[in-house]
């Protein structure tokens, strides 16, 4: 497998490249997706696989009017680019998405086939990066779930608080389940080894389901905090003061059957959750 990673600077990108330590890791400044002609005339070959990282995150940002023109940008236009250059190319395309395309209100873990409902900016494009994808043959659309790896993120802030001996109130509304970004990573390259139909996978750590609280409960338990240091709260509540925060789902719970299927199993995120803190 010849690789290409876009986005390689961030959290998954940055993963993929350690997981893949052959592949061509591209940053934002080595190339831009959002620039169609950059990537139409990037040279392709002696690659069979592109694995898309590359995503504009800043969910709360992206509501705002500059937010709305870069998200869109970077997670629409972005993907829709990608996909044109692996469709001319006969690449294999990765491209990785959310559940935030979806409005959360499924009874149940949310099945691939779930219809595209974003209530956010990110998540409408999100959804339309998705859609773009689809155009390419070859392609893998992996949606996943709260992706913590390395740089800033809802783990490290909750280690900090802990530190500092801070009672934080967290939400207890929302569920869903951390996705290690090494995990994922693993997992898209057993998806790919195992050679499964292009399409769209659900790809999140396993375990039970738990709320932004419960994570936090567990951060700060392995930092020898007390659990009850971390008070529940909700999202109406937490957002109270904050009315331009984008919305969110409160079920990020993913269907994981499908992926199973393939062979494709990512461990239990509590005990991923147990190493990543050990590794400091
Ligand atoms: N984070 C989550 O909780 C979460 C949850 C569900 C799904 N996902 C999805 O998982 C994937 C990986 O997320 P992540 O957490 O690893 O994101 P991340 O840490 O925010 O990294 C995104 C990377 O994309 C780069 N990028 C932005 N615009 C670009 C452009 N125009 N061209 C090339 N690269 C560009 C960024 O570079 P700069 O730093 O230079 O901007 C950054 O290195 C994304 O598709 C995301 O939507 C994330």
New binding site residues.
């Given amino acids: 497998m010849r690789v290409i990673i876009?986005?390689?600077?961030?959290?998954?990108?940055?993963?993929l490249a350690t997981a893949v330590p052959g592949a061509t890791a591209?940053?934002?400044?080595?190339?831009?997706?959002?620039?169609a002609d950059a990537v139409a005339a990037f040279d392709w070959s002696g690659h069979d696989t592109v694995l898309?990282?590359?995503?504009?995150?800043?969910?709360d940002a992206a509501e705002t009017p500059e937010g709305r023109v870069?998200a869109w940008?970077?997670?629409a236009v972005?993907p829709a680019n990608l996909a044109r250059a692996a469709r001319d190319h006969d690449l294999r395309l990765v491209?990785?998405?959310?559940?935030?395309v979806f409005d959360g209100a499924h009874d149940g873990p949310i099945p691939e086939t779930a219809p595209l409902s974003p209530l956010s900016v990110?998540g409408a494009s999100?959804a339309a990066?998705d859609i773009a994808v689809t155009l390419a043959p070859r392609h893998h659309l992996?949606?996943?779930?709260?992706?913590?790896?390395?740089?800033g993120?809802?783990v490290r802030t909750m280690l900090g608080l802990a530190g500092r001996g801070v009672s934080p109130a967290v939400v207890a509304d929302q569920i869903g389940r951390p996705?290690f970004?090494t995990d994922?990573a693993a997992g898209i390259l057993a998806l790919l080894d195992a050679d499964a139909e292009p399409g769209t996978y659900n790809v999140t750590n396993t375990g039970e389901p738990a709320s932004w609280a419960d994570v936090a409960r567990a951060v700060y338990a392995h930092a020898g905090r007390p659990e009850s240091d971390v008070r529940d709260t909700s999202t109406t509540e937490y957002f109270a003061d904050k009315p331009a925060a984008a919305a969110r789902p409160s079920n990020s719970v993913l269907d994981l059957d499908k992926a199973a299927k393939a062979g494709v199993v990512l461990p239990d995120w509590r005990r991923s959750l147990a190493g990543y803190l050990a590794a400091g």
């Fill in positions: 876009v986005g390689s600077g961030g959290q998954l990108g940055s993963a591209l940053s934002r400044t080595e190339l831009d997706i959002t620039d898309n990282a590359a995503a504009y995150t800043a969910v870069a940008r970077v997670n972005g491209h990785v998405s959310s559940e935030y990110y999100k990066g992996v949606r996943t779930t709260w992706v913590v790896g390395a740089g993120n809802f996705t970004a994922l």
